[in-house]
């Protein structure tokens, strides 16, 4: 399967002050942006290696250049409706949370939008879209439809994240490292 990956255009610190630059993406109907400041890289649909054991939204782990990352299916994570889910598809985010790099699994990935500061509204205390309001960082309006800025660093719990960071993922064979004899 051909991999597909994107170099992200980051404007510089100087420049657009006032302006939070997001990486816009979609789960089902839902539209959700992440700070591009935390995204390392976008893929198109890869190989998941299942990781035994692991919660149910760890889809596996990757082999991104060497690097063994784990990967989340962001709609199991945040309990999203399953209309169809056609992994050939998805998106991966490659997001650096904290000292750990993680995949998140999406339905599709739409472009870097640039938001004034003074647009985005802080999480309303009612849940919006399914989701807990401890995942939101704030929401605002694009054409007319809620763009929902998530906080990853809330998506994954505390616990969660250590046991993600306590998982030896460079101990699981990959699909391709793996021989039939």
């Known amino acids: 399967m051909a991999e597909t990956t994107y170099e992200l255009e980051r404007i510089e610190d100087d420049e657009d002050d006032g302006v939070v630059q997001l990486v816009g993406f979609g789960i089902g109907k839902e539209r959700f942006g992440v700070d591009i400041l935390t995204v390392q890289e976008i893929i198109r649909s890869t190989e998941v290696t299942p990781v035994p054991n692991s919660p149910s939204f760890v889809e596996g782990v990757i082999n991104l250049r060497g690097d063994i990352i784990p990967v989340i299916d962001l709609r199991k994570r945040l309990s999203l409706y399953l209309e169809s889910n056609d992994i050939e598809k998805n998106w991966v985010l490659i997001l650096r949370i904290g000292n750990r790099v993680v995949g998140f699994i999406v339905d599709n990935v739409s ?24 995942y939101i960082r704030g929401v605002c309006e694009i ?17 969660e994240y250590y046991a993600l960071k306590d998982m030896d993922f460079d101990e699981v064979k990959l699909i391709e490292e793996v021989t039939v004899e």
Do not use: C, H, R, T
């Open 143 to 159: 054409d007319n439809k809620l763009l929902i800025i998530l906080d990853f660093e809330s998506v994954l719990f505390n616990e």
């Open 111 to 134: 472009e870097v939008l640039k938001i004034a500061e003074d647009d985005i509204d802080p999480p309303p205390n009612i849940v919006i879209a399914g989701l807990e309001n401890q």
